[in-house]
């Protein structure tokens, strides 16, 4: 397989976008390649666009020599707390996500497309998708002067399945049999089953590569464009251009000071003042503030973002089919849209894949508001007229406004509903999927395979509501080695439909990502996996000033 900066004939930009829309729109992969030209290139075995020939896209995120070097900025998230992390495998909040691409590199990266590109991996060859041997970069270096090595890539992808390293993506990495060097800088990963669809999963950016034998993260010993100039969780970090950076001419900043204002209202104040950048997480009602400053400029993306209320199925009154299927009925998917975020959404039907997305369900019939219906179901279950808190908070973003429309609607059902409005510090180490009816807010995955896997496998972490399904998580097994596309959605389609009648999570809506820029910040585009371009904005953006 040839690395796309050998073969820049093969595919421009236009046809990289054409192609990976015809594929949102149910193209099947083979078709896809044969647009391209390729349909030989590991057909066999790869069985995925992204995965046998997610290489040959030309790679839009970051092209040196298009912007202007030199400037500090000033960043803010919306939120951090004394867990802030510079170990990528305990990620949890956008704020961690940022800093990590700025100090590290995968082995693959997405582009604005979400199509995987080759990052410190120099090529990706597979065996009927099962065996992957994955060549680095030989012109690699951490930021203490070591050289990139096999045993840093096997190092950084076998920590994760130790359960001591209390990795977000441990249930990921169970089906990564063995990893092993098979050369200085050659590594080679054989799955217990077959995934076409490996090159995303290592772009994840909890699997982002650390020189082996790591133990402290403080110092954020990466191969990033960035080296860490100070750290301190809660407080802020500041990210100092990294001058030996393997992508000549990259990154264009010197300086980056990345905090966190919790509060929307604050955030943007701090944007309009000039205290601040950049800001993400803006409120659908700030848009117009925004938008009436010559100096700054509304980013908006539609994404697979979702607030979801959760039913913990673990305890009552959640273990009750009824009442939580009372619940999704009691949510008025169209009012949320309207008022809670202005528009910026469209219309969830309580599983996590986003209409548009690849493999998404058009034939599961759409949960729509129905308060006599969720009367009835209540009453059946014995929870009429029964009183109980939801905990809600602004860190999940939109669940206060939303928890209270919920409030307005369980009255007409006969439940009452208490709104605990809780802090966004500490939310979601103290109070995410510890209650019996809370909120969460998931950020974008790139596909269904890492969805599913980190939060609804029965055994997943984040397994947000406590969901236990066998069907479930012989599906995901069986999908992931599917090489068959038909053959795959049907599987995927199942797997929604279950978590729509059964799991204890109901999505209302999927949300835009919203960031609030400064004018003279250049570079800045969309990524529908979050916020800040997918998080990894720092390499891409420079100062105009």
Not at 45 to 74: M, T
């Amino acid at each position: 397989m040839t690395d796309n900066k050998n073969t820049p004939e093969l595919i421009s930009g236009q046809d990289s976008l054409r192609v990976f829309e015809s594929l949102n729109r149910g193209m099947s992969r083979r078709h896809a390649l044969q647009m391209l030209g390729v349909a030989g290139v590991a057909a066999a075995g790869a069985g995925s666009l992204f995965g046998a020939a997610g290489q040959l896209f030309a790679d839009e995120a970051a092209v040196a020599g298009k912007g202007k070097p030199g400037g500090k900025i000033r960043v803010a998230g919306m939120s951090s707390s004394t867990a802030d992390t510079l170990d990528p495998a305990k990620g949890a909040l956008s704020t961690d996500y940022v800093r990590h691409y700025m100090f590290y590199n995968g082995l693959t990266r997405f582009d604005k497309h979400l199509v995987p590109q080759l990052e410190l991996a120099e090529r990706i060859d597979n065996t009927d998708a099962t065996v992957w041997t994955i060549t680095l970069r030989k012109d690699v270096t951490f930021h203490n002067g070591k050289a990139l090595t096999a045993a840093d890539v096997v190092f950084s992808l076998n920590r994760h399945k130790d359960p001591l390293t209390g990795s977000k993506v441990m249930p990921l990495m169970e089906q990564f049999a063995e990893i092993k060097a098979s050369g200085p800088s050659e590594v080679q990963i054989r799955l217990s089953a077959a995934n076409a669809e490996l090159p995303s999963i290592l772009a994840v950016s909890h699997l982002l590569i650390v020189p082996e034998g790591t133990s402290d993260f403080s110092k954020g010993i990466g191969t990033g464009p960035f080296t860490v100039g100070e750290f301190k969780p809660g407080v802020r970090s500041i990210a100092v251009r990294n001058k030996n950076y393997w992508k000549p001419g990259l990154p264009y900043l010197d300086e980056i000071e990345f905090i966190a204002i919790a509060d929307e209202p604050s955030r943007v104040n701090a944007l309009l003042s000039g205290d601040v950048h950049m800001i993400n997480e803006v409120n659908p009602r700030s848009t117009t503030r925004i938008k009436a400053s010559a100096k700054h400029r509304v980013v908006d993306a539609p994404s697979g973002n979702y607030t979801d209320l959760i039913i913990r199925q673990d305890q009552l009154p959640g273990k009750s089919p009824e009442f939580t299927q009372a619940m999704k009925l009691l949510l008025d998917r169209e009012q949320v849209k309207s008022a809670v975020f202005r528009g910026f959404a469209v219309v969830g039907n309580d599983h996590p894949i986003a209409p548009g997305s690849r493999y998404f369900n058009t034939d599961l019939p759409q949960t729509v508001y129905d308060p006599e219906k969720a009367k009835f179901l209540l009453k059946k279950a014995g929870m009429e007229s029964i009183t109980m808190p939801v905990m809600a908070s602004p860190a999940a973003t939109g669940s206060v406004d939303i928890a209270v429309l919920l409030q307005q609607s369980a009255k007409q059902a006969g439940l009452k509903l208490d709104v605990n409005r809780l802090p966004s510090d500490g939310y979601w180490s103290n109070h995410w999927m510890k209650h019996p009816l809370s909120f969460g807010n998931i950020n974008p995955r790139p596909n269904a395979d890492v969805m599913f896997s980190q939060f609804f496998q029965s055994k997943a972490p984040w397994n947000e509501s406590g969901w236990q399904n066998e069907q479930f998580d012989q599906l995901l097994m069986l999908a992931r080695g599917e090489t068959d596309d038909a053959k795959r959605a049907k599987m995927y389609g199942d797997m929604q439909t279950l978590v729509h009648d059964h799991c204890g999570i109901g999505v209302p809506v999927f949300i835009s990502n919203i960031d609030g820029v400064d004018q003279r910040i250049k570079g800045y585009d969309s990524n529908p996996l979050g916020g800040f371009m997918g998080y990894m904005f720092a390499e891409q953006v420079w100062l105009d000033a």
